[in-house]
T-cell receptor
Framework: EAEVAQSPRYKITEKSQAVAFWCDPI?????LYWYRQILGQGPELLVQ????????DSQLPKDRFSAERLKGVDSTLKIQPAELGDSAMYLC????????????FGPGTRLLVL | AQKITQTQPGMFVQEKEAVTLDCTYD???????LFWYKQPSSGEMIFLIY??????QNATEGRYSLNFQKARKSANLVISASQLGDSAMYFC???????????????FGKGTHLIIQP
């Protein structure tokens, strides 16, 4: 069964350092989402891509976060510089787009900023 | 105002009993979708069930069913014959507006921690 891949699974970094997360969606899925989940809460959307284009990044803290999906396949989310409050689970999801509703999630990357 | 409200932070249920997890939502869009996801301690979000706002019948997927009461803006998840492996966090989520029309990220509730006891 096809799955969304994410790496690394765990990341510990010090504040002010740069950190990057990678996501490879299910093959053929045009739409890719990055969510952030703070401990004890539900996920919150950071950015949505349709192929290589950003559809929604209204909740992305653009002073320190950036996201790209250059060839419309895999995607990278970067934080520079990391802050203590960035400690969270970063989840990637994908779907075909169009009228397909269900978003399929990867295993996530747990980030701890010290 | 919260768009998705899950009023049960935690629930303890005996194995083999049925479970109802509550979810209410708030939207003014005529077209929307409602989802339930399961998140075990390992962290991945597992899709369980989907209900579209125009669907006439309640969605069912195996032991999962969604009790959709549109007028009350309620979308409760029912798990029949609970199992030990059902212990996890459960999240209700909503997609507002028409799917495929652009921004359609999900809005999640805060979740319910379900523990199934033997």
């Amino acid at each position: 069964e096809a799955e969304v891949a994410q790496s690394p699974r765990y990341k510990i970094t010090e504040k002010s350092q740069a950190v990057a997360f990678w996501c490879d969606p299910i093959s053929g899925h045009a739409t890719l989402y990055w969510y952030r989940q703070i401990l004890g809460q539900g996920p919150e959307l950071l950015v949505q891509f349709q192929d290589e284009s950003v559809v929604d990044d209204s909740q992305l803290p653009k002073d320190r976060f950036s996201a790209e999906r250059l060839k419309g396949v895999d995607s990278t989310l970067k934080i520079q510089p990391a802050e203590l409050g960035d400690s969270a689970m970063y989840l990637c999801a994908s779907n075909w787009g169009g009228t397909q509703e269900t978003q399929y999630f990867g295993p996530g990357t747990r980030l701890l900023v010290l | 105002a919260q768009k998705i409200t899950q009023t049960q932070p935690g629930m303890f249920v005996q194995e083999k009993e049925a479970v109802t997890l509550d979810c209410t939502y708030d939207t003014s869009d005529p077209s929307y979708g409602l989802f339930w996801y399961k998140q075990p301690s390992s962290g991945e979000m597992i899709f369980l069930i989907y209900q579209g706002s125009y669907d006439q019948q309640n969605a069912t997927e195996g032991r999962y069913s969604l009790n959709f009461q549109k007028a009350r803006k309620s979308a409760n998840l029912v798990i029949s014959a609970s199992q030990l492996g059902d212990s996890a966090m459960y999240f209700c989520a909503m997609r507002e507006g028409y799917s495929g029309g652009g921004a359609d990220g999900l809005t999640f509730g805060k979740g319910t921690h379900l523990i199934i006891q033997p």
